[in-house]
């Protein structure tokens, strides 16, 4: 039985409840950006009835290039997000890279999320579970399915059960990842709301060179997938003009293309 994480009475992960859209930028590229596609995405999953937690980052400290754009740090990016939750009264999640950054983080933000590159790192992920906020762990791409045992008994030790576990897809030789659906089964098993990264799972780590590709006309049907497999919520990155995006454009979904997304998902009712 997968246990309830929960955000609000809105938003809550797992058990019986519906699937949760985790969905934004990839990094926040201005204040003014972010509230604009927070707030389309708002009214997109509030039409359709779909609890919604709003992400982006203030910081991507794991970029291909020093020369990349990482967004505005973690001071201004929290004001940032602090301002989208206070306006549109929505969850926020974002990264935390650094344990230095966590205690700030805890103040502002719903879900502190863990990346992928950073699964194992036992400090960081004991000292955001010590925060008592809900705790999203990426899986790293170099994990199996069942290696999030560990994951799983860091956060426990720490005094926190408030866990999501996210796949987005393993490493399959240079600049490739695949996803493996069964390990989403295997990942519930531990009895935590399992979340599909659809975006990510497109991404080519390093595929161009100076920074990763992606192919995003795949991500409708990966999600699909995951939601046939039983996933209890799905992760989105989205922009109203990909190839102009700052950060990950080519793994990135067109915000107008959002709505018609989860129209296609064929969500089976949990109820």
Not at 92 to 117: R, T, Y
Not at 134 to 156: R, Y
């Amino acid at each position: 039985m997968v246990k309830t994480v929960k955000i609000n009475t809105r938003v809550q992960f797992g058990g019986k409840h519906p699937l949760v859209l985790i969905a934004g930028p990839c990094v926040i590229e201005s204040a003014s950006s972010a509230l604009a596609i927070a707030r389309k995405l708002k009214a997109i999953t509030g039409k359709l009835g779909v609890p919604f937690v709003f992400k982006a980052s203030y910081d991507k400290a794991n970029r291909t290039s020093i020369k990349s754009f990482r967004g505005p740090g973690v001071r201004e990016g929290l004001e940032i997000l602090a301002q989208i939750k206070k306006t549109l009264g929505v969850p926020v999640l974002s990264d935390v890279h650094s344990v230095a950054d966590v205690a700030a983080a805890a103040e502002v933000l719903d879900i502190i999320q863990i990346p992928a590159f950073l699964c194992r790192q036992t400090d960081l992920i004991v000292a955001a579970a010590k925060t008592g906020k809900v705790v999203n762990v990426k899986k790293g791409q170099f994990l199996a399915p069942w290696d999030v045992s560990g994951i799983i008994k860091k956060m426990e030790q720490a005094g926190n059960r408030n866990l999501l576990l996210t796949e987005r897809g393993s490493s399959f030789g240079y600049n490739n990842l695949v996803v493996d659906f069964k390990g989403m089964a295997i990942m519930r098993k531990f009895g935590y709301p399992v979340v599909f990264d659809a975006s990510h799972s497109v991404q080519k780590p390093g595929g161009l060179g100076h920074s990763s590709g992606g192919e995003s006309e795949y991500i409708p049907l990966l999600a699909r997938c995951a939601v046939a497999a039983g996933v209890d919520a799905l992760f989105l990155e989205t922009h109203p003009n990909p190839k102009k995006a700052l950060s990950d454009g080519p793994n990135m979904l067109p915000l107008a293309k959002v709505e018609e997304f989860i129209l296609c998902l064929n969500v089976p009712d949990k109820s």
